[in-house]
Structure formats: C-alpha cells, structure tokens
C-alpha cells in the first residue's frame, strides 16, 4: 500500500493529476463486506480527512444501537487508489471506524481489530512484523438461479466448461465439447481453459489498483480459478484481499460472468480455500526459518502451528464463517480438516512449502476460505499462533502420508485432532475457547460475533430441509 500517496498534500496532487470528481470511503463490517459512501472531491478538505467522515453505525448489521448510532469513519490516506470500473475518476480510501462514546478505534470494526493485533504482536516483544499471503481461489459461471421459498427451495449454477453441458445445444455457439471435467482444471491450455483472457484482464486490473499480481491459472474444479498476489502485512494483506474480491467480481460481471467466492457451489467438484501464508518477523529476522530443522522451520513456527490447531475450533468461527465452509472441509478435495503439519503434503492443514530460504520460509493454513473476513481470520490466526509460542505447544506431525487415505477410526488411533465439523461446532468452540483473543478482541466483540452467526448463518441454515433430505426421507 501507499504506492500512491503517503500523505494528504500527495492525496490532493494525485486527485488533481487524475481528475478525480469523486471520493469513495469504504469500509469494513463483521461479515467482510465491504460498504462505502461516496463525497464529491470538492466537499472533502484537509480537515475532514484528518478528523472523520461521520455515517449512522446503527444501519450496519450487529453494529450501534440506534440511540448510539453516530460513529466516525477515519479515512486511511495513503491506501488511496484509483477504482478503475466508474465511469467518473473517483478514488477509493479506506476506512476504519472511530467510536466517538469510546474514543478509541471501534472494537467491532475489523479493520481496527487487525490493527490492533499488529500493535499486541510488537508490544509483545515476539515480533514486530506479521506477514500474510492469502491465496483466494474462486468459479466464474455464466449464470445463478436461487429460490428459497416456504415450500421450495433450489439453485443452479452453470459455466460452458461445466460437463453437465456435454449434450446442450446452445444457441449461439456450438458445443465444442472441450471441457476440464471433475477435478480436472489444473490446468490445462485453451480451448480447455475458456477463461485465460478474462483471468489476464482480472491480473491487469488487479495491478492497477497497487497488487503485485505474479500468476493466474486455471484451478482444479470446473469454472475454477485463481490468481497469485504478493503478500503483505497482517493489514495490507486483508486490504489486498478486498481489492482482489471486488476486482475479480467487477470483471466478471462486465463481461457477462459471475464470479462467487463461496467455498462449495459444486457437489463432487472441490471447493474454494483461502490457503494463507504466514511467518512473524523481528529485526528483519525471519523467526519461522531454522536451517536443518524439519522443512527448515524453526521451533518458533512449531508452536506457532501448535497455537492455532490447538485453538481451531475456535480460530475456525473465523476462517470458515459460513454453514457452506464445512461442505468443503471434507476429505478428497484438497481441503484438509485433519490438524497436522507436513512438507509440501497438500492433506495436511498446514502445509511447509517446498524450497524455501530464510527469505521466504513460512507456514501455509489450508482450511481458511474467503467467507472469512479477512481481517479477523488473520487476527485470530495471529493471536491463535502467539498463544502457542508463548505456551509452546507442539502440534501433531510432521505427517508426509496421504491423510485423505485414513479412515476416521484410524485418525482417532493416531491421536490427530480434527477441524469442526459444523459452523456451529465452531461458534460453540469460540464460546468455549476465547481468552486467547482477548488482548485484542473484546467480551463484546466475541458476544457479538458468535450470536450474529448463529442468527444469520446456523439456525436458519438448520431450519430449511435439503432436496438431499427429500431424496431420502420423503419415502420413510
């Protein structure tokens, strides 16, 4: 971030040299939409973005009561960029939330949430940098049909490359009958792969707003892809991953696609993770890298691995917010939900990644998806991670063999910890297990949070029967 502007003289020169109109604030609420309100640039001065932009905190979900709705949103300057999908120039700035009852940094935004993470994590004395590379994998359809009624309820998605489409005639194209078939998108050229040149449009745009952008391919499911972006700091990363969403969306969408990052739209197919790349770093020290140590990663990341699968239950309300996250954390579709650590071994949750130097070594989580917010899944991962260096807890492994092969009789034989099984196994681990999170997230944030999930997510999740259901139990 801060490619740019740096400072709120170097905001306005920008503005003038692009003619900007228009300012986009944006946002951040619990779930990781994103929200926005837009000024004319001739209405923002120095002051306003020094000292806030106010907006009812009321209208968010799981935000102010309406007596305490007025809420402050302090602008941060120099993540300003160019929103290229407009038709008039207008720059987009991001935002945290200043609690005006408080003074101090709203404790339900999450991007104020991170930011203190990053404050803990150096006043700790562990670390002083925190680094993540989240890898947001995604489908592109053509077209989504939902119905969720009293009496029926359904979805389809379709995509030219799905093989469901093998005898479609379709009316304005022939059927080429090139297709990458069930697990089989990674990843073939062209004409298998339809979405090269939409994937090179998402990758240019990408740059454009401040990503380093350094591949695209096409992913291991029909209609899957994914695109390659450097990493950053524990809050540049979570910015990234809303630039990355929004682009990707917008350029789907103005080609006539649709893009979802849902983890599971495709029964049989895998699924879309959030495999996220971490190391902490001190005195410009890699402290996860131990030259001749299994996978060269130091006992440093042992216990940081160590703190998170012994908080995942808990860590998982996070990373995996959704009733459909769990659809896809089931064996056989590079989604791991067994809690061990391994070189290169993809069935492991967290995976050490082959070939890496002090420079770049690190640990790869494999089981977070994008329906986190990206703010609180890094957070909760950091302070998961700094629990278990401070109180050294080993984590099951290192485990090389091909853990989708083992039978749950045989996991629960090895002694290998397991993910949730449900979001409500989550929510009821976070209620469990929370303390951990305190020093950065506060009672009322972590009441908040699991009872909005259980409100919007489990209970009416729970509560509408499945064509699955139908087909096995309408005969009983």
Not at 38 to 55: D, R
Not at 352 to 370: A, H, L, V, W
Not at 433 to 462: A, C, G, R
Not at 465 to 474: I, N, Q
Request: one cysteine or more; proline letters at 5%.
């Amino acid at each position: 971030m801060g490619k740019f502007v740096n400072s709120i003289v170097e905001f306005y020169e920008f503005c003038e040299e692009n003619e900007v109109k228009y300012v986009d604030f944006r946002f951040t609420d619990i779930k990781g939409a994103w929200h926005h309100i837009t000024y004319n640039l001739s209405a923002v001065n120095e002051e306003m973005l020094a000292a806030g932009i106010p907006f009812d905190g009321s209208s968010i979900e799981a935000w102010q009561p309406i007596n305490k709705s007025d809420m402050i949103l302090k602008p941060d300057v120099p993540t300003a960029f160019l929103d290229p999908f407009t038709a008039d120039p207008t720059i987009i700035v991001f935002c945290d939330v200043f609690d005006i009852y408080k003074g101090d940094l709203y404790e339900k935004c999450p991007r104020s949430i991170a930011k203190k993470a990053l404050k803990y994590l150096r006043e700790s004395g562990i670390g002083d940098e925190a680094y993540f590379g989240p890898e947001n994998e995604f489908f592109i359809f053509d077209n989504v049909k939902i119905k969720d009624d009293i009496n029926a309820a359904s979805y389809e998605v379709d995509s030219a490359e799905g093989e469901w489409n093998d005898n479609t005639s379709f009316i304005d194209d022939l059927n080429t009958g090139h297709r990458p078939r069930t697990k089989g998108g990674y990843f073939p050229v062209q004409p298998i792969d339809s979405m090269v040149d939409l994937r090179a449009e998402m990758m240019q745009v990408l740059e454009e707003v401040g990503l380093e952008v350094t591949l695209g391919h096409h992913e291991v499911a029909q209609a899957q892809a994914e695109m390659g972006v450097k990493f950053g700091d524990i809050i540049e990363a979570a910015d990234n991953v809303q630039k990355y969403k929004y682009v990707v969306k917008m350029v789907a969408h103005l080609n006539g696609k649709t893009a979802t990052f849902m983890p599971k739209p495709l029964f049989g197919d895998n699924g879309n993770g959030m495999h996220t790349h971490q190391s902490i770093w001190k005195d410009g020290k890699n402290l996860f890298y131990k030259e001749g140590e299994y996978a060269n990663i130091s006992e440093t990341a042992r216990h940081y691995i160590g703190g998170i699968f012994k908080h995942a239950h808990a860590v998982a309300a996070f990373t995996n917010a959704s009733t459909n996250s769990y659809k896809r954390l089931i064996p056989g579709f590079e989604a791991p939900s067994i809690l061990t650590y391994s070189s290169q071994n993809r069935s492991a949750s967290c995976r050490i990644p082959y070939g890496s130097g002090e420079g770049s070594t690190r640990i790869e989580m494999r089981f977070p998806d994008s329906t986190a917010c990206p703010y609180l899944a890094f957070t909760a991962m950091l302070l998961a991670g700094l629990d278990g260096i401070k109180n050294k807890y080993e984590p099951v492994g290192p485990m090389d063999e091909d853990l989708f092969e083992l039978s749950l009789a045989e996991i629960r034989e090895k002694g290998i910890p397991q993910m949730p099984h449900t979001l409500r196994e989550a929510l009821e681990g976070l209620i469990r297990d929370n303390d951990f999170l305190k020093p950065v997230m506060s009672d009322l944030f972590i009441d908040t949070y699991q009872h909005y999930k259980f409100e919007t997510q489990v209970w009416p999740d729970e509560a509408r029967p499945t064509a699955f259901e139908f087909k096995t139990t309408y005969s009983c």
